[in-house]
């Protein structure tokens, strides 16, 4: 089975005994995603958003902004997105660190933290309060992995980071009544890191290749490991 996403953990949630070769799109929508990423990354430290509320009021608002190039960013998530946010965000002069499995919670002090996280067993809620309160004050959490991997309700509770960017979440679509809609430190997108597509798919050419390879019985390209999840 080729899957149309980097992501498996949906179809390994309806499927948690696979006896089949499963491959993901890795690496297909990398740049996207991590263009999503760092876009709100940027609106967030240049408060688009707030001026956006404002100019709904008819409001002049100014207000003290900051330079990228004085912020450090940790990003969770070493695969193809995460390299991917590292690279665009170097030529702004901010300071990259990767969180890799070791140690990773010793790199917290950082501006911004950025979660390119799978869903699996190890990952889900893996940021959540103790994490959210190591940050630098004023920090801003960016999510275009997987939603479940931040407790929602410790960014909810947080008192002191400066705002979030969050393209997923634990329930999607996002219930109307859910607090996150009501808060003006918040920006929400739909899902759309990885937009909608229309034929052709960009992960039809994997697929042609995948089956290329599984007719003359070599190995397929992304195959997936069901017990780590990814």
Not at 111 to 134: C, K, M, Q, W, Y
């Amino acid at each position: 089975m080729q899957s149309n996403s980097t992501g498996i953990d949906l179809i390994l949630d309806h499927v948690p005994d696979v006896s089949f070769i499963l491959t993901t799109a890795r690496g297909v929508y990398d740049e996207e995603v991590a263009t999503h990423a760092v876009a709100m990354a940027l609106a967030l430290v240049r408060g688009l958003h707030r001026f956006r509320d404002a100019q709904r009021e008819h409001r002049w608002a100014r207000q003290p902004l900051r330079l990228m190039s004085d912020l450090s960013a940790l990003v969770l998530g070493w695969g193809g997105i995460g390299q991917s946010i590292a690279r665009m965000l170097r030529p702004f002069g901010t300071e990259v660190r990767a969180g890799t499995r070791d140690a990773w919670r010793e790199r917290l002090d950082v501006d911004l933290l950025f979660l390119a996280l799978p869903l699996t067993r190890e990952t889900r809620h893996i940021v959540g309060a103790n994490e959210l309160s190591a940050l630098k004050p004023g920090a801003f959490v960016i999510n275009a992995g997987r939603g479940a991997t931040l407790d929602t309700e410790a960014l909810l509770s947080s008192s002191h980071l400066g705002g979030a960017a969050l393209d997923v979440f634990e329930d999607e679509p996002l219930p109307h009544a859910h607090p996150l809609w009501a808060r003006e430190d918040v920006i929400i997108t739909p899902h759309v890191a990885h937009s909608p597509e229309t034929a052709p798919f960009r992960w039809e050419a994997l697929f042609e290749e995948n089956l290329r390879r599984f007719a003359a019985g070599e190995p397929l390209m992304h195959a997936v490991d069901p017990e780590r999840g990814y």
